[in-house]
């Protein structure tokens, strides 16, 4: 009798509400985009790391210099991250090593804000003429 009674429902229930279909549109596939870390973090750092080179060096906004490889990532209990970066200037034929600080802002609840109480930042902390 219970048997009955389930079937029914179910039935009913079935015939009550109508049958709901969606069409999904598919997205395309993005082809040949990979960023690595190293990209993100040069992204990042360029305008300050830009600046700062052409103040050692002189010149205008066209002075050249390459990116080499990131030496170290430090990072700090104020929710920033020390990033030392060693960089090339081929006019000059010099290395340099440039120290970044990177300072997420500090919008989420988790984060304790008598340490980090900043909005997004970076800035140069040292510059350093390797050769």
Request: charged share 25%.
């Amino acid at each position: 009798m219970l048997k009955r009674y389930v079937i029914i429902l179910g039935f009913l229930l079935f015939a009550i509400n109508p049958i709901q279909t969606i069409k999904a549109e598919s997205v395309p596939n993005v082809v040949g985009s990979y960023l690595t870390t190293e990209d993100i973090i040069f992204d990042l750092v360029f305008p300050s790391i830009d600046k700062r080179v052409i103040k050692e060096y002189g010149g205008d906004s066209l002075f050249g210099w390459n990116w080499k490889r990131i030496v170290g990532i430090n990072y700090n209990d104020n929710h920033s991250y020390d990033v030392a970066i060693r960089i090339v200037i081929p006019d000059k034929n010099r290395e340099d090593l440039v120290t970044v600080r990177i300072s997420p802002s500090c919008n989420n609840e988790k984060l304790n804000k008598l340490k980090c109480n900043h909005d997004f930042m970076v800035e140069v902390l040292g510059y350093r003429h390797m050769s």
